[in-house]
């Protein structure tokens, strides 16, 4: 299945749709979707039929929707965003250097105490 952004579903369009928050949980917990990020889910079926590197750029779109607008890909998921190949090696967690120096932590991916200058960043339909 090729990568369609619009398949996500994020929590606040599901909430203008009419679900409760607890219909939601249901809807993911019983398996009818697929929970990517928090508040970002996919059908069960669209996510299943995903191969490896549609299921990353998922979780990148659901990873950056939520960080900083200074937030910036790296790694496995820069890869991803250009079409490279990757290594048979499972995608997990989005990979985004860490804009402010001396911060680590996590939060649906993972953060290093990089910082990157303005100029090394590329732009790539709205992601850096």
């Known amino acids: 299945m090729e990568y369609d952004p619009g398949a996500m579903l994020r929590r606040q369009e ?11 949980r249901r809807m993911y917990t019983r398996g009818d979707w697929h929970r990517i990020s928090r508040g970002a889910y996919l059908s069960a079926s669209t996510y ?4 490896e590197e549609e299921r990353h750029r998922f979780l990148i779109d659901s990873t950056v929707h939520a960080a900083s607008d ?3 890909l790296s790694h496995q998921s820069a890869a991803v ?22 911060v ?12 990157p200058s303005e100029s090394t960043w590329q ?5 850096r």
Not at 14 to 24: N, Q
Request: glycine residues 14%; contains cysteine; negative net charge.
């Open 123 to 127: 732009w790539w339909t709205g992601i």
């Open 14 to 24: 599901a909430l203008d749709r009419g679900y409760s928050d607890d219909e939601i």
């Open 104 to 115: 680590a932590g996590s939060s649906g991916g993972s953060r290093f105490t990089a910082r």
């Open 70 to 72: 200074d937030a910036v």
């Open 81 to 102: 965003i250009y079409g490279l190949p990757l290594w048979k090696t499972p995608s997990t967690a989005c990979t985004s250097p860490e804009t402010d120096a001396g």
């Open 48 to 51: 299943a039929a995903l191969g």
